[in-house]
């Protein structure tokens, strides 16, 4: 069994990684280690008060408790707060039960005083050596209650280290790019207050030693990230005890939520783990348990074609059934018409909200060019954008009160848009029957969803309880939309974007299969996103462009080469290529298709850094270890001497031996001596090996 309960506490283990807490004698439920899995039971740390004879630090304050409640002699972050309608704003909490279901363990307390009952569930992900927790909280009592804090999780990591925080942060154009911090006295916050995931923080964190730091490859690590797809807080915590804790859940900013008697609420998960085998380990467990998540976690990615950067809102079926036939002819897959196919959709300042066939455009609606594109052996794919909506359109004519606002303020628009409220039923149930309608009407086969811009007047004059609801009501009234969408039509393949990776999280890869993370596509800035991205998320959820931003300077080659890191498209006006780059982008998408199921199905290695050398690579190795590609890239020539790197390889068999064209070395061999990376400026280069028999 992967969960021990025993008279110290619990013990969760994975493959190789152990996780134990347990109730002390003062009643608190301690956290006891959480690092490498141990040979027995009573290897583990016990659950003890720590001492204490001075009154500015006591026990409860030293306690490195499981799940904090604000209140009593604790001066650090609390996990939760919680006010009563009688004015009590603290929480004691006494130990009630545990079972056992499989693979969770749900533990609870209750607050005698309030009837708030909290419960900590765990879930044990053994092969990815991961730990998942979230929240429930229930009020037993007769009272009303508010919550005010609710994080998923606390995470602790070992006593009296100092921590290095590797994050994500960036913005539009920059997203993932990665932070590294060394911790000292006080709180580190990274939030978002968008209403969305955002492009400026990510709810990712790793940590490792300041004094020692780890590498790709070596090196212990704690690392996790949060299931959730709005505002979130993210809190690392070093106190003046040399004790050092990771709080993420949703951002208690502006939040509030009512909790009358016999109500429930449950946060989002937060997923965590350890390694000591460095970043690039931490990195696959997450890959590993992310595709897990995902709607169709085997199903082959396809190339696609996206018309925006052709035709903006040009949008004709003339237009598009042009681009369509010199897309079939290179090998594309998937053809997805952007922004301005609906109803009243001539610029950006018209039609959202109105989801249905512009009848101008296409005054025999979709079908002619839907049968177009299927006709000539690919898929048909749309972009919408459901949660916006323009003043100019039937929608905001019709329910002006269904925008985010507050009474006699004026309703800023960004993009010239205001934000639908999906915390309302009324607005979740119209946007399920137009979109059902849409999807039922039409072979539709992917759906990119967008999200452009950032939530202002955050209002619901008319709702019956606390406004501050809204910033979780709308994540589930999104969820629920979304959700009911693909349990009707589970064939579909969703895309999540939000101005590019404005909303990408696991909380929306549980509904969609890929992410659009990045609006750049300039290929030398999208090698250092990509990087940033992959700490989290596997490749094949990573949907990257070849387009035409940077023709001038980067080849066709090299443009192509950084996009097939993830899930191939290609965006540029390919009606003004020539024959030749056509012909060219034919064979890469043809070699594309002969590596993809390596690049989203194997094992990423991170071999060098976009970030800090001019010559970067990246390797993929397929899980059974038979194959393996690496894609090497240089971003431009020092002016003074420099030898081509030799980069070593991870992830072969030893004992193996692999061929990468004429060359034939042992794994062993591939792993010790390395690849030489001979490239020039703005150049790149796909090297496959294959494992001889």
Request: net charge negative.
């Amino acid at each position: 069994m992967p969960i021990y309960e025993g008279a110290h506490g619990w013990i969760l283990e994975t493959a190789n990684v152990a996780y134990a807490f347990g109730l002390n004698e003062a009643g608190h439920l301690a956290h006891r280690y959480w690092g490498k899995k141990l040979p027995r039971v009573e290897d583990y740390p016990l659950a003890l008060v720590p001492e204490s004879e001075i009154s500015f630090v006591n026990p409860p304050h030293l306690t490195r408790e499981e799940y904090p409640p604000y209140g009593g002699l604790r001066y650090s972050e609390p996990a939760f707060k919680v006010s009563s309608e009688q004015g009590t704003r603290d929480s004691v909490l006494s130990f009630v039960d545990s079972d056992l279901n499989g693979h969770i363990l749900n533990v609870r307390f209750q607050d005698r005083l309030t009837g708030l009952q909290v419960t900590l569930h765990y879930r044990v992900h053994e092969q990815a050596d991961l730990i998942e927790r979230w929240v429930t909280f229930e009020n037993t009592g007769n009272q009303t209650l508010t919550l005010e804090r609710v994080l998923s999780a606390f995470w602790h990591l070992p006593e009296g280290e100092t921590y290095r925080l590797t994050h994500l942060s960036g913005q539009w154009l920059d997203e993932f790019r990665i932070q590294r911090d060394t911790l000292t006295e006080g709180t580190k916050v990274l939030e978002s207050r968008t209403l969305t995931t955002s492009h400026q923080h990510h709810p990712f964190f790793a940590a490792d030693s300041a004094a020692q730091p780890s590498s790709e490859t070596h090196g212990e690590v704690w690392f996790g990230l949060l299931c959730w797809s709005g505002n979130f807080k993210l809190l690392a915590e070093r106190t003046n005890a040399h004790q050092t804790r990771i709080g993420l859940g949703i951002n208690d900013w502006d939040f509030a939520w009512t909790l009358r008697p016999g109500e429930h609420f449950e946060t989002p998960a937060s997923v965590a783990g350890y390694t000591d085998q460095g970043f690039g380990a931490a990195s696959r467990n997450l890959h590993a348990y992310v595709r897990t998540q995902l709607p169709h976690p085997d199903q082959t990615r396809k190339v696609l074609y996206n018309s925006w950067e052709a035709t903006a809102f040009d949008v004709t079926v003339e237009g598009q059934s042009q681009l369509a036939e010199v897309a079939a002819q290179m090998g594309i897959e998937l053809f997805v018409m952007d922004d301005g196919w609906f109803h009243g959709r001539t610029y950006d300042r018209s039609g959202l909200g109105d989801w249905w066939p512009d009848e101008v455009k296409f005054p025999d609606g979709l079908e002619p060019l839907i049968e177009k594109v299927k006709g000539l052996g690919m898929d048909f794919g749309l972009w919408v954008e459901p949660e916006m909506v323009n003043p100019d359109s039937d929608l905001y004519r019709a329910h002006p009160d269904w925008v985010y606002h507050f009474k006699s303020r004026k309703r800023n628009e960004a993009r010239n848009q205001l934000i639908l409220n999906l915390g309302r039923e009324d607005v979740q149930n119209h946007l399920i029957h137009l979109l059902d309608d849409l999807l039922a009407k039409h072979e539709i086969s992917f759906i990119k969803w967008d999200f452009n811009r950032y939530v202002s007047e955050p209002g619901w004059p008319d709702f019956a309880g606390d406004a501050r609801e809204l910033w979780v009501r709308h994540v589930q009234g999104l969820y629920r939309v979304w959700g009911t969408l693909r349990e009707r039509h589970p064939e579909v393949i969703w895309q999540t974007c939000s101005g590019g990776g404005g909303r990408v999280d696991v909380g929306m890869l549980r509904m969609a299969d890929q992410a659009w993370i990045s609006d750049c596509t300039d290929p030398a800035a999208r090698l250092q996103i990509q990087e940033g991205y992959s700490l989290a998320y596997p490749a094949n959820t990573m949907e990257a462009w070849a387009t035409d931003w940077g023709k001038d300077r980067f080849s066709l080659k090299f443009r192509f080469h950084v996009a097939m890191c993830g899930v191939l498209g290609i965006g540029g006006h390919i009606l003004h290529w020539s024959d030749a780059e056509r012909e060219e982008a034919a064979e890469l998408i043809g070699q594309y298709k002969q590596i993809r199921h390596i690049l989203h199905g194997g094992d990423q290695y991170r071999l060098r850094s976009p970030a800090d050398h001019a010559v970067s690579a990246v390797q993929y190795v397929s899980k059974d270890q038979q194959e393996s590609v690496v894609l090497g890239f240089r971003t431009h020539i020092s002016r003074y001497y420099q030898p081509d790197p030799v980069v070593k390889l991870q992830g072969l068999d030893p004992e193996a031996l692999y061929a990468a064209g004429e060359e034939v070395r042992s794994g062993t061999a591939w792993m010790q001596r390395g690849l030489e990376i001979k490239l020039g400026e703005f150049q790149s280069q796909i090297w496959r090996l294959k494992r001889l028999e």
